[in-house]
């Protein structure tokens, strides 16, 4: 099976200051991975994603991710936090997964709250 | 211009009713999805449907059972409510045979069974 972990439930970080969100995976093939922000009360909005190609994906909202694959890592990263970068974020890697038949389906993480302290 | 919508936005409701979540997506995509997020916010897939044939059928009481009357639509309906359903219900598309990357998410159905 394939999975992503996300091991900090929360991060805090200053206004201006860099974040880091991490997320590792854990596939047998080739990673699709995935990152979603989830602002309160709303649906799940897409950020970025990495296929192939450059390690360093660049994102929506000035966010990017790094994709280590000696790590089997998948960092987000902001060189600026802003106080609306308030939000939960998910990581998430595509599943071929043989039970589906070769349909995509995407597992997501458990989410890391980013609280930005003004 | 929403993109993917869900109705209700809120549904509360007694345990043992049945009740019915809708979806629609304008996007033009062949591939919906229902995810559940429970109150500690993990998400889990539910179902999929391409094209209005079910495809991801996961560990799910039989008590759930979407519809896709086309591919447009996707419904979610649930019988005997129970307090263990009390969730926020998201869905979402994506177009599969653009390679599906990129999901699309509905602003959810957040259900309280009392």
């Known amino acids: 099976a394939q999975s992503v972990a996300q091991p900090e439930d929360q991060v805090n970080v200053a206004e201006g200051n860099p974040l880091t969100v991490k997320c590792t995976y854990s596939?047998?093939?080739?990673?699709?991975l995935f990152w979603y922000v989830q602002y309160p009360n709303r649906g799940l909005q897409f950020l970025l994603k990495?296929?192939?190609?450059?390690?360093l994906v660049k994102g929506s909202y000035g966010f990017e991710a790094e994709f280590n694959k000696s790590q089997t890592s998948f960092h987000l990263k902001k060189p600026s936090a802003l106080v609306s970068d308030s939000a939960l974020y998910f990581c998430?890697?595509?599943?071929?997964?043989?039970?589906?038949?070769?349909?995509?389906?995407?597992?997501f993480g458990t989410g890391t709250k980013l609280q930005v302290i003004p | 211009d929403t993109a993917v919508s869900q109705t209700p936005k809120y549904l509360v409701t007694q345990m043992g009713n049945d009740k019915s979540i809708k979806c629609e997506q304008n996007?033009?995509?062949?591939?919906m999805y229902w995810y559940k997020q429970d109150s500690k916010k993990f998400l889990k897939i539910m179902f999929s449907?391409?094209?209005?044939?079910?495809?991801i059928n996961e560990t799910v009481p039989n008590r759930f059972s979407p519809k896709s009357p086309d591919k447009a639509h996707l419904n979610l309906h649930i019988n005997s409510l129970e307090l263990g359903d009390s969730a926020v219900y998201f869905c979402?598309?994506?177009?599969?045979?653009?390679?599906?990357?990129?999901?699309?998410f509905g602003p959810g159905t957040r259900l309280t069974v009392l």
């Open positions: 996007l033009g995509h062949d591939t």
């Open positions: 990495y296929i192939t190609g450059d390690n």
């Open positions: 596939v047998s093939g080739n990673p699709y």
């Open positions: 449907y391409n094209n209005k044939e079910l495809i």
């Open positions: 998430a890697v595509r599943d071929l997964g043989a039970l589906s038949g070769g349909y995509q389906k995407v597992t």
């Open positions: 979402a598309s994506t177009q599969r045979t653009s390679g599906g990357i990129e999901q699309f």
